[in-house]
């Protein structure tokens, strides 16, 4: 597929006359396309009067072969003795479970929160003046902190992996946008289908997903080799046997990382940057980034 960059329209615009705008810039006719996609839509402010989304778009011709629309390949395994055990279900509990799944190893994951939408009303009643539960909040339960954090699917780092993952919140129910936008966002209503969609992916898979289900402690034998996971579930406690233990339970678990420190994992402090939230009126963002209040 040929790329072709810096191709502008109004917001609001009807994106099919993208077809038009990148055959005059490869010297062809409309007709001559036969796919296009969009690779990335980034909104152009800068000028208050004339605001524009300018895109790139991937087109193929007509004769070209076609590509595939992802080249992430996940090997199909055999499991071996127990299962990975996965400890948190945010983001990277969510895609280590997803493709442990798709690669047949049937993983368990232990979630120390509810489901979404159980976890949505705790935090709905918190919110609106009640008790706050220790287990169930904006930080502990299905799809973790970033689940209430407006949907914001944004990062700094350049990874080729980043698309195969948008394309998965976009396969599970968030708009196709998100997979092109310079600043994909999808809204924590939304946010919260796709992980929904995510977990009952992994369950018909064969996975098993255990809510209210905390991390304690772990199981190492003679070796010094983590052999299962200590659980603590509406309050009995077991040992769930594992051939790998995957920790991702965020930044906020310190009494995970004081159970880790305590049994003699090797740790380390990891340097974080802090920031200040200030909030702002709608109409007055408005006007300062498209010159117009809404």
């Not at 994106?15 to 001559?32: C, S």
């Not at 990382?257 to 909030?279: C, D, N, T, W």
Request: charged share 25%; hydrophobic share 40%; proline share 5%.
């Amino acid at each position: 597929m040929k790329t072709v960059p810096n191709l502008t329209l109004a917001p609001g615009a009807d994106e099919r006359r993208l077809y038009e705008l990148a055959a005059k810039k490869l010297g062809v006719r409309p007709g001559a396309i036969e796919e296009l996609r969009i690779k990335r839509r980034s909104l152009d402010a800068r000028r208050k009067g004339a605001i524009k989304y300018v895109y790139t778009v991937d087109v193929r011709l007509k004769g070209e072969p076609a590509e595939g629309a992802d080249a992430y390949e996940i090997p199909r395994l055999t499991p071996c003795g127990a299962p990975p055990v996965i400890a948190g279900f945010g983001p990277a509990g969510m895609f280590c479970a997803l493709t442990l799944a798709r690669a047949g190893l049937r993983p368990i994951v232990l979630e120390r929160g509810a489901d979404v939408e159980t976890r949505a009303a705790k935090v709905a009643a918190f919110r609106a003046g009640g008790d706050l539960d220790a287990e169930c909040n904006v930080q502990f339960g299905e799809g973790g902190a970033g689940t209430f954090s407006d949907g914001k699917l944004n990062t700094g780092t350049h990874d080729k992996r980043i698309t195969h993952v948008l394309r998965e919140f976009y396969l599970h129910g968030a708009p196709e946008s998100v997979t092109y936008d310079a600043k994909p966002h999808v809204g924590t209503d939304v946010l919260s289908r796709v992980v929904k969609s995510v977990r009952e992916e992994i369950i018909s898979l064969g996975g098993e997903l255990r809510f209210n289900s905390r991390l304690a402690g772990l199981a190492i034998d003679e070796t010094g080799a983590v052999t299962g996971a200590r659980v603590v579930s509406g309050g009995a406690e077991y040992v769930e046997r594992c051939s790998a233990l995957v920790l991702a339970t965020g930044h906020s678990a310190r009494d995970t990382f004081e159970m880790l420190l305590a049994s003699g994992v090797p740790m380390e402090p990891k340097a974080f940057s802090l920031g200040a939230r200030i909030e702002h009126g709608q109409a007055a963002l408005d006007l300062a980034q498209y010159g117009v209040p809404r």
